[in-house]
């Protein structure tokens, strides 16, 4: 049943791709199809989630596939919320091709239903992953809204300061929870391996993006920064984000790798 459902999660994110395309070729109004697709795609993840659940006895949070599956799932809903007043193909657009991407990934990672490992069996792991979840949405968004934001950084197009403001939101949401992120991780690493912080290669990495988006925000607020410059900075910071989640995990195991 899971297969089922993660096959058609697949096959909705490949017809909104089409579905924008054609947006985007044709300018043709297909806002509410592809707002409908939107939702198919986020109950059919649901659906996943609820199945493996219901599978494994526990939440789904015991490797990086399942992660993954969170991840594309508040990535979802805040595109759901960030769209609303904006009609945009290729926000839609680029939402559909970066899911694709992290649901690709995803297949190649190791799925099978097991218990939680002893580090992972602690009361922190609820908070720790529900607030990853919610911050690397945020800055997921954040990018594609930057994608947008490029593709209209040439022109006096109505709506962009709004896009930037949208931006500039998101960055701010998942600062925030991205700082309460290494905080809980902090916390939980103490009380499984007696130190608050080991320079393990995710924790370095978690400092560098949190770095990364401090630097937008300050440049932001002190220098005023917006256009091409800001969008490519919170594209780049969503690069690392993907790296420090995907690419040290399985390039640069340490402590903190649960595939």
Same mark, same amino acid.
């Given at each position: 049943m899971e297969n089922l459902f993660t096959d058609l999660v697949f096959i909705l994110l490949l017809l909104l791709t089409a579905v924008n395309l054609f947006r985007l070729w044709t300018e043709r109004d297909l806002s509410k199809i592809s707002q409908l697709i939107l939702w198919l795609t986020l109950a059919a993840i649901v659906a996943v989630i609820v199945v493996r659940t219901a599978a494994a006895?526990?939440?789904?949070?015991?490797?990086?596939y399942e992660f993954a599956l969170l991840f594309s799932c508040g990535i979802l809903v805040f595109a759901l919320w960030v769209r609303q007043g904006l009609d945009s193909s290729r926000l839609d657009l680029s939402v559909a091709v970066l899911l694709l991407?992290?649901?690709a990934i995803s297949t190649t990672?190791? =799925?099978?239903?097991?218990?939680l490992m002893p580090a992972l069996q602690s009361t922190w792991l609820h908070a720790h992953v529900a607030t990853a979840v919610i911050a690397y949405g945020c800055f997921a968004l954040a990018a594609c809204l930057g994608v947008v934001a490029l =593709?209209? =950084?040439?022109?006096?197009a109505p709506g962009l300061d709004e896009i930037e403001n949208r931006i500039y939101r998101m960055v701010v949401l998942g600062f925030i929870f991205l700082t309460i992120v290494i905080i809980t991780g902090a916390v939980w690493a103490e009380e499984v391996w007696g130190n608050w912080w080991s320079w393990?290669?995710?924790?370095t990495w978690s400092l560098v993006t949190?770095?990364?988006?401090?630097?937008y925000l300050h440049a932001r607020r002190s220098y005023g920064w917006k256009g091409r410059k800001s969008a490519w900075m919170v594209i780049i910071g969503f690069v690392i984000v993907m790296f420090t989640l995907f690419g040290v995990s399985i390039l640069l195991p340490g402590l903190h790798s649960y595939l």
């Open positions: 006895g526990r939440v789904p949070f015991a490797n990086l991407i992290i649901i990672l190791p =799925s099978e239903l097991g218990p =593709s209209r =950084s040439q022109q006096t393990d290669p995710k924790e949190w770095l990364i988006y401090a630097a």
